[in-house]
């Protein structure tokens, strides 16, 4: 059974920066970010392969955010900079079984339940 556990967000003025953490149970899975600001579609952010050597982005958060993975501890990060008020969403941690990250949330088999980040202007 696959548990997926996100942690570290919050309210932070813009400029700020934030790392959100997800702590993953149950096996080794491609992970991905995504958030889902209010009335939008759940949107992705960032995946990571297993063994962390491949990374994506969606093309609003590069050179901004940045995924990782600590594969000893089980846990999957995201490293938020220069944030801006249109990252506000909450933001869910999910597994895929795909041997790459999609940007699909249909290539997601396991979800988190979210953390929301609050970013002011």
């Known amino acids: 059974q696959v548990q997926l556990v996100e942690s570290g967000g919050g309210l932070v003025q813009a400029g700020g920066s934030l790392r959100l953490s997800c702590a993953a149970s149950?096996?080794?899975?491609?992970m991905g970010w995504f958030r889902q600001a209010p009335g939008k579609e759940r949107e992705f952010a960032a995946g990571?392969?297993?063994?962390?050597?491949?990374?994506r982005y969606v093309d609003s958060v590069k050179g901004r955010f940045a995924i990782s993975r600590d594969a000893a501890k089980n846990m999957v990060y995201l490293q938020m900079n220069n944030l801006k008020p249109e990252d506000t969403a909450v933001y869910f941690c999910a597994a895929s079984s795909l041997p790459l990250p999609g940007q699909a949330r249909e290539s997601y088999n396991y979800w988190g339940l979210g953390t929301q980040v609050t970013v002011s202007s």
């Open positions: 990571i392969s297993r063994n962390g050597g491949y990374t």
């Open positions: 149950g096996g080794s899975y491609v």
